[in-house]
């Protein structure tokens, strides 16, 4: 898994500068509005899904499922590179908003719900993405990213959302989100165990 | 212990179906796998990399199932370029070592300069020639024993395939390394291969070494006539026009008194196949 993980970054910071670059600013943004805050949590899985779609295209996927690497190593890794970055992230925005002066702090229910939120978007774009490929599953992670954009709106409303909604969110969503990987995860495996190239 | 066994090899689509193919590449050797578009080729090249799964078959290299732990024995070239488009070819031997146990670096950079291919110069930068020649410096720089190429000469200009079909011809000199070589190139694989697999529409029709098909056949020239008189199941597969007929037999069965050629490899593979689909 961490020969994938680190052929992934060399992919990335040779590939995905762009999107990079449009993730540094969202995060730059986040500092000030919340709702920046929790979308470029989720946007960071997009640097991710960006690697996969650069792999197909230019073959280096087929390349790697025909090297010394376990499929299933495949798609772990991607497992791990999605909610890993993201998590990553939401604990230094955390950490940032509670000591720097000047931003928003956040609440410890936010962060539960943002976690909640990353992982039930990993679980339900993953097997989609194993099964069809990236490019072929746009749709369903540009519909899903919408969705988890308007939890965030929800979550990052300026004030400060209801206590009584972030409660809400903080218990439903993580238990939907591990719910959702313990599904997706096998689901995912066997597909790309089947997958041909 | 042969490099690549393959037995009852079947692999089916809609319209197409790869049916029992066997196969043995003993070591030190070459084997060309011949076939016209859409012949099961790459599909049976692909079961030996695990691209695809096999309806039914083995495949065993070096007497061991294929599996991950086989692929470090394995070094392959795809048709088409597989390597991140901005990618230079230094990043790419980084990433080579973490998946392969016996990478060699500094016997990367040396196939590098060897094929004269700068290391800062990125994927994309590259003509056709170069591409195939840096997949086939990641293909010998981790201790592959055998060596599987798929259609890697297509697209290539003349010198650009004089110069690979060299290059292969080296990497085996030390007798222990094998390699399988898919072409529809016939040229190509008569210059080098020991043994030739030919493929059509699913199936193995022979597989034998080169020298012995070579002398095996020959073509026969007569009249339309003439042809009329000869046994049909001495004939493998024959031509006619209002000039005359050519027929391609086994040298023995051949009539005396008619003029008869050596038949090359795309004489014996072309008549094959009319044959076939009379």
Redesign the interface.
């Known amino acids: 898994m961490r020969k994938v993980i680190a052929a992934d970054i060399a992919v990335s910071l040779s590939e995905n500068r762009f999107t990079m670059g449009l993730l540094a600013i969202y995060l730059a943004m986040g500092m000030f509005t919340a709702f920046f805050r929790i979308f470029s949590v989720l946007f960071a899985v997009t640097l991710v899904m960006n690697v996969m779609a650069y792999n197909e295209r230019s073959g280096f996927e087929r390349f790697m499922a025909a090297m010394p690497v376990k499929r299933s190593a495949i798609v772990t890794a991607r497992y791990v590179e999605m909610v890993g970055l993201s998590a990553m992230l939401i604990i230094a925005q955390y950490l940032l908003s509670n000591i720097l002066p000047g931003i928003a702090r956040q609440s410890a229910g936010e962060i539960v719900v943002l976690l909640g939120t990353l992982l039930v978007y990993v679980s339900v774009i993953m097997p989609f993405i194993t099964k069809l490929g990236v490019e072929r599953s746009r749709v369903v992670y540009i519909v899903v990213l919408a969705a988890c954009a308007a939890v965030a709106a929800v979550v990052g409303v300026e004030g400060g959302a209801p206590e009584s909604t972030v409660g809400f969110l903080g218990i439903i969503l993580p238990a939907a989100g591990l719910v959702g990987c313990a599904v997706s995860v096998p689901l995912s495996l066997s597909f790309y165990n089947k997958r041909e190239f | 212990m042969d490099a690549l066994e393959i037995k009852g090899l079947r692999k089916e689509y809609p319209g197409f179906c790869l049916d029992g193919l066997d196969l043995e590449l003993p070591r030190g050797c070459i084997m060309g796998l011949i076939g016209e578009n859409g012949a099961g080729k790459s599909t049976a090249i692909?079961s030996v990399?695990?691209?695809?799964?096999p309806d039914a078959g083995e495949i065993q290299v070096f007497g061991r199932p294929v599996s991950?732990?086989t692929?470090?024995d394995?070094g392959?070239v795809?048709d088409?370029?597989?390597?991140?488009?901005?990618?230079?070819c230094e990043?790419l031997g980084?990433?080579m070592k973490?998946?392969?146990?016996a990478w060699d670096a500094a016997g990367y950079r040396e196939l590098l300069r060897r094929f004269g291919l700068p290391e800062g110069k990125?994927?994309s930068e590259l003509s056709r020639g170069m591409r195939m020649k840096l997949s086939l410096a990641v293909a010998m720089s981790h201790g592959a024993r055998l060596l599987v190429l798929d259609e890697a000469t297509a697209g290539l200009d003349v010198v650009a395939r004089d110069e690979l079909l060299d290059i292969l011809l080296d990497y085996i000199s030390d007798g222990e390394r094998s390699i399988l070589i898919s072409s529809h190139i016939v040229s190509d694989l008569e210059k080098i291969c020991d043994y030739i697999c030919f493929i059509h529409r699913g199936r193995r029709l022979f597989l034998d070494e080169k020298d012995v098909l070579l002398n095996k056949y020959c073509v026969v020239h007569c009249s339309r006539a003439e042809l009329e008189r000869i046994p049909r199941e001495d004939v493998i597969g024959c031509r006619t026009s209002e000039y005359g007929a050519e027929a391609l037999m086994e040298r023995g069965r051949a009539p005396r008194g008619l003029i008869t050629e050596r038949a090359g490899l795309e004489d014996i593979i072309v008549y094959h196949i009319r044959g076939e689909e009379k």
């Open positions: 692909k990399l695990r691209l695809i799964r991950e732990s692929a470090d394995v392959f795809l088409e370029g597989c390597f991140p488009a901005k990618m230079s990043k980084q990433i973490r998946f392969y146990r990125s994927f």
